[in-house]
């Protein structure tokens, strides 16, 4: 089984659609000839042209809403935006023209297309560079919302959302592009809204996504040792949410932590631990938890950065305070 | 409605259509209207013109019946929300879409009913779309402000000011990807001007030379704001254009057969793959902003020079001056009209209302 980057593993689905699917073509901010901010695209324009491989003009709202009528028109649009944070410039186009048209027009139109975009804080790039919009914009109806964390959810998932009918927001931790992992050579895919269990446990279930999902693991490790077994599952899609894991998780365990790598307050934690809540509470031994990044802007110094961000002895310093785990 | 009996002629240079619009409007009488375009001259002589200019009144018409129709049911309750009229304007759309092939997109803003009864979309839908009927266009999801009819690629009706420009330039991108001739066609405000989008969407348009078509309908007001209270460079916006290499001109938007010229034009270098074109059409609503706006910030003199050109007064005059049609043919235009709308007021009225169970319908394919 070949083993893949996060980054190789994207580019090579993104290829793969480019060599299949004429109506499938590339847009963002030099995605062509440097090869993408994060190298994602290197190569293609060299092999697919100018036409299926656009560089853009720094202009987010002109190409993501030029993305959505080109979906309308027929074609299959990729979306690349250098950070997350950027999609605020262009967030009336993801909003009210991707999510809604199909809805206001009474199913008359369909945008299918994806919007991929780096996300997430851990590079010191500070506040306006390292925010995770994926949670605002998995309240939004009308729009898928994914994230994967390993290379075969990246590959599995891309693949699902090149061929979704709705437009998916793609998000890409910025931190994790250069993880490794075996990616089989025959085709799969996973599907846009299955949560996965990636590891077994008995005594609690710990929840993330993304950058998330190794404070996980490495929880999961520590926990392990004092001979707790925790379950952990990555969301891989925020919208929608995979309830039904979750729930059937929970019952099991009796305990649960969210944890998110945006900040806590509002965040897609939130609704996935309510949600636990209202559904599980008969199964639950103390309340849900939920843990998150700090409610301030990202700030750019190391230390405070990566004390703005949750750790494994958050994760495990809540589970014992909580459940006395 | 294909025009191949208008020879587009060469485009002027915005500066001199300037020019020529000055001397139209000094020269803006009733009695003078047929002097005022020789287009209308080799038209209205060419053979079987007499029912496309019919046509061409019979549409105008509908929009301003359809418009005071949708003023009688908001008073009386049975359209809600807001309610944007055109009255005043229907010369543009009849204008540009009789210049338009099936095959083209048509993208807007909030203020559409026009745009779209100009394409060609079912009246009845229409008129239920905004009763809020299952059997509107959208299923009573829309309302005024969001019309669409994908059949007629008519791809809305959008509300926030600018954001439909993006939208029309992706929509011109998929004509040129897949190697049509094809165009797609926006309208927009000038308030719209101000914003991002408009700006971003023009120079995109230009860097990769789509063929859309930026069609600015110039009311003078952004909501109750005057064109020089809110903008820095007086009321002409077309030159605005040249800053970005798209060719541009200014048109009077109450000289229907004006439109077409213009837009015969600058279709036909577009779909020769001459890329973006941009027309400015200088007109005006003759009632408020929405049913909520008594325009008060406006003086009923400007409004009473406005109706002078009313398109609706004008060129009936002209077709009459001409020989083009006599007062029987136009009375038979209206009455048919007439029976249009009311039978779309009928058809709405009698439309059963969405379920709530349909909340979930179509949020996503």
Redesign the interface.
Known sequence: MPTLTIREAIRLGLDEALETDPSVFLMGEDIGTYGGAYAVTAGLLEKYGPDRVRDTPISEAAFIGAGVGAAAGGLRPIVELMSMSFALVGFDQIVNMAANLRYMSGGQIKAPMVIRAPTGAGMQLAATHSQSFETWLAEVPGLRVVAPSTPYDALGLLRSSIKEDNPVIYAESAGLYGASGETPAEYYEVPIGSAKVCRSGDDATLISYGHGMPILYESAEILAARGVSAEVIDLRSLSPIDTGVLVDSVQKTGRVLALDTARRSGGIMAEVTATLQEQTSDWLDGPVVRIGAKCAPWPYNREMEQGSLPDAQDVTGMLSATYDL | MEIQRYVPTQLRPARQMRADLQQIEQASSLDGVGELRSVGEVSLYGPGEKAELLDLYRQMYLIRRFEEACAENYSKGNIRGFLHLYIGQEAVAVGVMSVLRPGD?V?THYRDHGHALARGVDTNRAMAELFGRKT???????GSM?L????KRF????A?VG?Q???????????T??GTDDI?IVFFGDGAVNQ??FH??M??AA??KLPLLFFLENNFYGMGSAIGKVRAGGTDFYPMAESYGIESVLVDGMNVLEVREVMANAVGKMRAGGGPQFIEAKTFRYVGHSMADPARYRDDSELAEWMEKDPLKTFPSLLLARGAAVESDLEAQRESVHQEVSAAVRFSEGSAKPSPHEIF?????
Request: hydrophobic fraction near 40%; glycine fraction near 18%; charged fraction near 15%.
């Open positions: 997109y993208v509107g266009l959208s299923k009573g999801k829309g969001h669409f009819d994908a059949s791809m809305g009706g959008h926030i954001g420009l993006p939208l029309a330039a992706g929509l011109s991108l998929s004509c990807y897949k797609a991002g989008t971003e969407t120079n995109l860097v990769w319908d179509d949020v996503y394919a």
